[in-house]
Each structure stands twice: as C-alpha cells, then as structure tokens.
C-alpha cells in the first residue's frame, strides 16, 4: 500500500546534503546515481537560485551544478567543497550535485518586483557546461529564464556543448545582454592533458567560439589560468594567442594562476605525484597564494607582446584579471626574488 502514495523520493536539500556527508560521509549518499563517466550525480533541491557576491565584478552568481567532471587541477572552486565536508581531490570532479529545481527558483526570483535586472555571472564556481549538462539541460532552462526576466548575463565555461544554444545566446543578447567567456588556458596538448584532464580539446573550445560569433553572440576567450612551467614557454603562449585571434575571438584575457586553500593542497600534491622536479620551484614561487609580483610582471610583458603581434590588444581590458599589487595584501606578497626560470623553461 505505501508504494501507491510513494510518487518518488524528493530530492534533499544542499544543507541535508552536507550534513549527511558531514556525519557518515559521501559513501552514505545512496541516491547519487553513477553514470557511464564513472561519476556519481546526487540530485538536490535548492531554496535559492541568484546568490549575492562581494569584491567582484558583477553582485550575483549562478551555479546549476556544484563539482565538475572536468577535473582541472588548478581549478579555484575544489576549495569550495569543504563546505560539504568534501576534499578537494576525486570528490570534486566524481562526485556532482546537480540542483534538479534551479531554473524553477530562478524564475521565480527574476519575476520578483525588487529584482532590477542587474548583470548576472553563470559558471564561475563550477563549469554550467560540463557533460552531465546534456542530460539535465539545467544551463538551457536557466537562459530561459534570463530571456524573460530580460536579465544580462556573463558565462564561463570549458565546453564546447554550448554552441547547442546559440539560438538562446542570441536571443538573450538582443533582449538583455550576453559575454560568453571560453577557457582556453593553452593550445599545447601536453598540457592540456596534464592540468584539464576532462576537458574538451583545446581547438574545439576555439571552434565553438568562431561558431558563437558567427551567430552574432559576444564571445572570447579566457586564457586563464597562466600556468608557470607548463604554459609559459614563449613559444606556446605565442601559439596559444595566435590560435585564439585565428578563431575571431572578440576578445582575450590573460593571467597567472594563482592557488588558495584546498586549490593549493591539491595542485601541490598533484605536482608531487605527477611532477616532482616542479615542487621546491613552485614551492618558492608560490610563498603564498600569488606568484611573485616580478614574475607575474615579466609574463604579463610577453603575452603583450604577443597581443600585439596577432591584433588582440586593446580587446581584453575589461577581463584581465587585477593586478597582483592591486588586492593582495602586504603581507601576503611572495618576496620579489623569487626563481624565473619557470617562465624560461
């Protein structure tokens, strides 16, 4: 008899989420469904969907999905799980919380009358476009919602699945406004398997990017992070900046990466495994969250030079990320003698 008023369980909120994880951990939730990825996907609810940011560029953030199957080890968002008792390894990108209601608490929230269709940021903790997107279509829903809350948007994202709604990108880039911001932190192969290990191919992040203008969306290209060691070789920055204007970008923005919290345990340990002779050199660049002021300095005059050389520059001031100088407290600041010679290597 009970199965014939069990309509199907509801999914459980974020904060029931995190404190099962919390007591039993992430073993205990067994309604997290493990798919062909060999990812497991636990669906949640959410009580909001537009969450308020401070010290940013934009006041509001949007994020579907919590986790990614990309993997990325330099990734800024691994700290973000310890808030569900998580570490920042395999439980970022194997184990996804995916907010089956999102696009419905979004609507509702932009139909509000204190809502002033302020800009909005999709994608900045967790990728709106990783695979799982296909099955769910949470990102698409949500670009309906922007369209008729006319509501301005501004995405990041690593997947090329995105050009499956460019009709949707330009349809919100009449009636409110859209940036579409792919990443693409280098073209070289060997290091685009080393650091994105589920990502798309490099060249077809660009091809999406030349698809999207084509269909009159204002797309370019973040070539973030700068990775010291593996993507600061001249030759393949220049590579990678000349394959971004080849591919009509509309712009570019460029910086070295920077490691925080459990970011900067997991890439640390990451070096340690796969890449040892980089750990004591990483060590002394890396004295604190930021890379030497000299070095980040001496990068930045490169990638410049190469702007200029492939017609980028001038286009990107607007997505550059801040100075190091700029935000980083004093005393946080690496010491200004700090080796090179990753950005020689």
């Not at 690593?158 to 009636?175: F, H, N, Q, S, Y």
């Not at 060691?229 to 920077?258: E, R, Y």
Request: proline share 7%; net charge positive; with cysteine.
């Amino acid at each position: 008899m009970d199965l014939l008023f069990d309509l199907g369980r509801k999914p459980p909120t974020t904060k029931m989420i995190a404190l099962q994880v919390r007591d039993h951990g992430s073993g205990s939730l067994d309604q997290a469904q493990r798919r062909a990825d060999d990812a497991r996907y636990q669906e949640v609810t959410c009580r909001s969907a537009l969450n308020p940011v401070k010290g940013m560029p934009f006041n509001w953030t949007l994020n579907p999905y919590r986790g990614c199957t990309h993997g990325c080890h330099y990734c800024f968002a691994r700290r973000y799980q310890t808030q569900f008792e998580l570490g920042p390894d395999d439980e970022f990108s194997s184990l996804i919380f995916v907010k089956t209601n999102f696009p419905d608490v979004l609507r509702r929230e932009l139909d509000k009358p204190s809502w002033t269709r302020e800009q909005v940021a999709l994608g900045t903790a967790t990728d709106p476009y990783q695979p799982i997107e296909g099955h769910y279509k949470l990102t698409r829903r949500v670009l309906d919602a922007l369209i008729a809350g006319r509501t301005p948007v501004g995405i990041v994202t690593k997947g090329p699945m995105i050009v499956r709604d460019r009709e949707l990108l330009a349809e919100l880039t009449r009636v409110a406004g859209c940036t579409v911001c792919i990443s693409v932190p280098t073209v070289d192969e060997d290091a685009w398997r080393a650091l994105e290990p589920g990502t798309a191919h490099p060249l077809q992040r660009l091809r999406a990017v030349k698809i999207l203008r084509e269909a009159g969306v204002r797309a370019g290209v973040l070539m973030m992070p700068v990775v010291p060691g593996f993507t600061t070789q001249p030759s393949k920055l220049d590579a990678t900046i000349k394959a971004i204007a080849d591919h009509d970008a509309a712009f570019l923005g460029a910086n070295v990466m920077h490691l925080k919290g459990g970011t900067k345990d997991h890439f640390m340990g990451f070096l340690a495994h796969e890449f040892p002779h980089m750990s004591e050199g990483y060590g002394r660049l890396y004295a604190g969250a930021y890379a030497a002021p000299a070095y980040v300095k001496e990068v930045r005059g490169i990638i410049e030079m190469f702007k200029a050389r492939h017609g980028m520059t001038g286009k990107n001031r607007e997505f550059d990320d801040y100075e190091p100088d700029e935000r980083i407290p004093s005393a946080e600041r690496p010491p200004e003698q700090a080796s090179l010679r990753f950005l020689r290597r």
